[in-house]
């Protein structure tokens, strides 16, 4: 199975910095199409998770544009231009290149 | 507005069996591929079985292969796991989701299984 390395686990922020996660797979997640199927997931406290990021760098619709992914094959971030209140939870990235899908472990931010 | 409801979680003794439903609305559900995946007490997610929008393909992660069973009424849009041979580590939030191959665009809110005698 592809792995998924988070860093850091935890994230303490203060409000209005950037912040930044690295997600790193075991294998490429290029696909044979040439899309690159890597997620990213938001779960605030006592809800279910949100997709924030799809195929590497695009929002879905209604997350703010102060989020934003990027990154290629094996090595990708999720970018926090400037931290807010509600931002706090667990953040996973995913992908789904490979089945079966795997996540990564979550990184918990929080509000220094 | 998409919705995905699950139902059917609870307390179940090692070895017993236990029937999680998923009801979806707000979209068209026999054209979509449905999947589960679950949340474990230390917060790890894990995809536990995907099925394809007719019914007609299944998939398992290797933990649960042959002991859970994913399957589908799109007369009725609801989405089932049936598991057996439950073990502790099965213990976990069990959501349903939906979203294109490769991804996960819905998740339900979940439903509890704890496996303990």
């Known amino acids: 199975d592809v792995v998924m390395t988070q860093s850091p686990l935890s994230l303490p922020v203060t409000l209005g910095q950037p912040a930044s996660i690295s997600c790193r797979s075991s294998q490429s997640l290029v696909y044979t199409d040439g899309d690159t199927f890597l997620d990213w997931f938001q779960q605030r406290p006592g809800q279910s998770p949100r997709r924030l990021i799809y195929k590497v760098s695009n929002r879905d619709s209604g997350v703010p544009d102060r989020f934003s992914g990027s990154g290629s094959a094996t090595d990708f971030t999720l970018k926090i231009s400037r931290v807010e209140a509600e931002d706090v939870g667990i953040y996973y990235c995913m992908q789904g290149t490979h089945w079966p899908y795997t996540f990564g472990q979550g990184t918990k931010l929080e509000i220094k | 507005e998409v919705q995905l409801l699950e139902s059917g979680g609870g307390l179940v003794q090692p070895g017993g069996s236990l029937r999680l439903s998923c009801a979806a609305s707000g979209f068209t559900f026999s054209n979509y591929a449905m999947r589960w995946v679950r949340q474990t007490p230390g917060k790890r997610l894990e995809w536990v079985a995907a099925i394809s929008s007719s019914g007609a393909n299944a998939y398992y992660v290797d933990s649960v292969s042959g002991r859970f069973t994913v399957s589908r009424d799109n007369s009725k849009n609801t989405l089932y796991l049936q598991m057996h041979s439950l073990r502790a580590e099965d213990t976990a939030i069990y959501y349903c989701?939906?979203?294109?191959?490769?991804?996960?665009?819905?998740w339900g809110q979940g439903t509890l299984v704890t496996v303990s005698s």
């Open positions: 989701a939906k979203g294109p191959s490769g991804s996960l665009d819905h």
